[in-house]
């Protein structure tokens, strides 16, 4: 099995910072891409940014220029650094990771507990 673990949520008001970590373990044998998403009261949840092994990384648009996705690939871990945060980026916020656990090919995804991100405005 595969346990993802995310810490860094918390409480911030408009304009301030907050990190994020998430750290995978378990079975693993390689992870290809690692990616944060967040859902919000009545919504669907929805891709914030996401990383590949390569350094390759994507963002929604809402938060391009704000945030930034990272990873440390030796420790399976991948970071979301969130700067200028406003009332609208409130949400749970989940990891997900995309993992091979052996050597078929096969690639299954994991998602974390989930960390509640509240910005007051």
């Known amino acids: 099995q595969v346990q993802l673990v995310e810490s860094g949520g918390g409480s911030v008001q408009a304009g301030g910072s907050l990190r994020l970590s998430c750290a995978a373990s378990g079975s693993i044998i390689s992870i290809t891409a690692m990616g944060w998403y967040r859902q919000a009261p009545g919504k669907q949840r929805e891709l914030v940014a996401r990383?590949?092994?390569?350094?390759?990384?994507n963002y929604a648009d809402s938060v391009k220029g704000r945030f930034t996705i990272s990873r440390d690939n030796a420790k399976n871990t991948v970071y979301l650094q969130m700067n200028s945060l406003k009332p609208e980026d409130t949400a749970v916020y989940y990891c997900?990771?995309?993992?091979?656990?052996?050597?078929?090919?096969?690639?299954?995804?994991?998602w974390g507990q989930g960390t509640q991100v509240t910005v007051s405005s």
């Open positions: 990383i590949t092994s390569g350094g390759s990384s």
């Open positions: 997900n990771a995309a993992v091979r656990r052996d050597y078929s090919g096969t690639t299954y995804s994991y």
